[in-house]
């Protein structure tokens, strides 16, 4: 059983998954810090200087220890650029990983030369047509 789960996780589609998780999620932040801070700044300046972290819509106020319950739709209007410029930023790198697969599979392989006794029995065949 040990050397069936070594052969699973060594296999290079697994590695490769892992790999890709991993980058997955730190490209994640990478994006999420440029939606947070380079992109909703500019938009909010755009807009008349609007902070979306702070748009939302108070339920019931705070009073003493109890905190304020609020739809924080701010918040959310930042999710889902952040949600849209990941899945544009995926969408390039899957589009740009076909394009170059598709370049490696136009290249057709040369054709394999036949063992050495079918190039006879092709020159025995030729030299008894000739006669």
């Given at each position: 059983m040990w050397k069936e789960f070594k052969e699973f996780a060594i296999?290079?589609?697994v590695m490769d998954l892992a790999v890709a998780v991993i980058i997955g999620a730190a490209f994640g932040k990478i994006v999420s810090s440029l939606v947070n801070d380079v992109i909703m700044p500019i938009i909010g300046l755009i807009i008349g200087g609007i902070d979306f972290t702070v748009l939302k819509?108070?339920?019931t106020p705070a009073v003493g220890d109890t905190p304020?319950?609020?739809?924080l739709y701010g918040t959310f209007i930042q999710t889902v650029?952040?949600?849209?410029?990941i899945a544009l930023s995926v969408f390039f790198v899957?589009?740009?990983?076909s394009k170059f697969k598709k370049k490696e599979e136009a290249a057709p392989a040369a054709p394999a030369a036949p063992p050495q006794?079918?190039?006879l029995l092709t020159e025995i065949r030729d030299l008894l047509k000739a006669k």
């Open positions: 296999k290079g589609n819509i108070v339920l304020e319950v609020a739809i650029v952040d949600f849209f410029l899957v589009k740009l990983a006794d079918v190039v």
